[in-house]
């Protein structure tokens, strides 16, 4: 009887750790992540962006897109780092990223410290974290332990939101990853740092309208002739205008005050305040009175956490990269 109970008991407890097992390789990704295996980690990466953002501020809006862009394809597997032709590197909207060289330099120094241990993804996801702390932001816990994908395809980029996106195709986007519309306010809300060129906004200055010469009525009469000064009709595409005017470099919700005032630069930003089920949220991260409001930094970190988690590639998923722009 004692026997059959203990063979019963060690039956149970083998049950009970391979569900832990499963659980933990389910659950995905944890704070703490590499708090034994690499717990430099987040030391490392911030000491590198800090190093980096030092002599080039323009580096923490790249690395912020950067990773927003990779977590879009096939979740955050920092695909978009591998090189190669008809990568993701080559589609048309990840052509003007930047900021590689930071993850590679990240990558160099963790691969001295803690070999094969730290992900290339999770890499991007702390840098992006500390890239809006520079810029003034706040800070918040990232989730790590994501694996980095093995494939990489510019085709698989079509996915990405685009500057011309209406409201409901953007939010069929986010949608799509498992992100409502307040997450896909709050995550736009991201140009409240960058630059965009002429190229990707201009034809709201010129010719918009279908009955003359017009601009986009969306944008408000002053604002178009500060614009088309930038950005004259016939002059250079690749000219750089910051997204959030006034305050392009730092981390804040004047972005949001921009779209209500009719100075939102892409035309699928100024859309945010147009269509009703986005402006609410423009409205109560501005602290409309009369509306519940939201404090931008916070839920921006709570949808990037969000983002993070699409797709996730744990456990024995992926691989972990010895160069990031390499499979290994």
Same mark, same amino acid.
């Given at each position: 009887?004692?026997?059959?109970?203990?063979?019963?008991?060690?039956?149970?407890?083998?049950? +009970?750790?391979?569900?832990?097992?499963?659980?933990?390789?389910?659950?995905?990704?944890?704070?703490?992540?590499?708090?034994?295996?690499?717990?430099?980690?987040?030391?490392?990466?911030?000491?590198?962006?800090?190093? &980096?953002?030092?002599?080039?501020? @323009?580096?923490?809006?790249?690395?912020?897109?950067? &990773?927003? &862009?990779?977590?879009?394809?096939?979740?955050?597997?920092?695909?978009? +780092?591998?090189? $190669?032709?008809?990568?993701?590197?080559?589609?048309?909207?990840?052509?003007?990223?930047?900021?590689?060289?930071?993850?590679?330099?990240?990558?160099?120094?963790?691969?001295?410290?803690?070999?094969?241990?730290?992900?290339?993804?999770?890499?991007?996801?702390?840098?992006?974290?500390?890239?809006?702390?520079?810029?003034?932001?706040?800070?918040?816990?990232?989730?790590? $332990?994501?694996?980095? $994908?093995?494939?990489?395809?510019?085709?698989?980029?079509? *996915?990405?939101?685009?500057?011309?996106?209406?409201?409901?195709?953007?939010?069929?986007?986010?949608?799509?990853?498992?992100?409502?519309?307040?997450?896909?306010?709050?995550?736009?809300?991201? &140009?409240?740092?960058?630059?965009?060129?002429?190229?990707?906004?201009?034809?709201? +200055?010129? *010719?918009?309208?279908?009955?003359?010469?017009?601009?986009?009525?969306?944008?408000?009469?002053?604002?178009?002739?500060?614009?088309?000064?930038?950005?004259?009709? *016939?002059?250079? $595409?690749?000219?750089?205008?910051?997204?959030?005017?006034?305050?392009? *470099?730092?981390?804040?919700?004047?972005?949001?005050?921009? +779209?209500?005032?009719?100075?939102?630069?892409?035309?699928?930003?100024?859309?945010?305040?147009?269509?009703?089920?986005?402006?609410?949220?423009?409205?109560?991260?501005?602290?409309?009175?009369?509306?519940?409001?939201?404090?931008?930094?916070?839920?921006?970190?709570?949808?990037?956490?969000?983002?993070?988690?699409?797709?996730?590639?744990?456990? @024995?998923?992926?691989?972990?990269?010895?160069?990031?722009?390499?499979?290994?």
């Amino acid at each position: 009887m004692e026997a059959s109970c203990f063979s019963q008991n060690v039956l149970l407890v083998t049950l +009970l750790l391979a569900i832990a097992v499963s659980l933990v390789e389910s659950q995905g990704t944890r704070v703490g992540f590499y708090s034994t295996s690499c717990p430099r980690v987040e030391s490392i990466v911030r000491s590198t962006v800090q190093s &980096h953002f030092g002599s080039d501020p @323009t580096i923490a809006p790249g690395l912020l897109r950067m &990773h927003f &862009h990779d977590c879009f394809v096939h979740g955050c597997d920092a695909s978009i +780092l591998i090189d $190669g032709p008809g990568t993701e590197k080559t589609a048309p909207p990840n052509l003007l990223l930047r900021g590689y060289e930071v993850i590679d330099d990240a990558k160099t120094q963790l691969e001295a410290a803690c070999p094969g241990v730290v992900s290339c993804a999770d890499i991007l996801a702390l840098a992006a974290r500390d890239s809006v702390v520079l810029t003034r932001g706040a800070s918040w816990a990232v989730p790590t $332990g994501l694996r980095d $994908g093995t494939v990489s395809q510019a085709s698989d980029a079509a *996915n990405l939101p685009g500057f011309r996106d209406s409201v409901d195709v953007q939010k069929q986007k986010f949608a799509a990853k498992g992100l409502n519309t307040q997450d896909l306010v709050t995550l736009v809300g991201g &140009h409240t740092i960058g630059t965009t060129a002429c190229q990707f906004f201009r034809y709201r +200055l010129y *010719n918009f309208t279908t009955t003359g010469n017009g601009a986009d009525p969306s944008i408000t009469a002053a604002f178009v002739s500060q614009l088309q000064a930038l950005c004259p009709q *016939n002059g250079d $595409g690749s000219r750089r205008i910051g997204l959030d005017t006034g305050s392009v *470099n730092r981390f804040d919700n004047s972005f949001f005050a921009n +779209l209500r005032d009719g100075k939102g630069i892409l035309e699928s930003d100024q859309r945010l305040w147009t269509d009703a089920s986005t402006k609410t949220f423009v409205q109560r991260f501005l602290g409309i009175r009369g509306l519940l409001g939201l404090t931008f930094n916070i839920e921006f970190g709570r949808s990037m956490v969000k983002m993070s988690n699409i797709e996730v590639k744990t456990g @024995t998923v992926g691989e972990i990269r010895k160069v990031c722009s390499k499979v290994n």
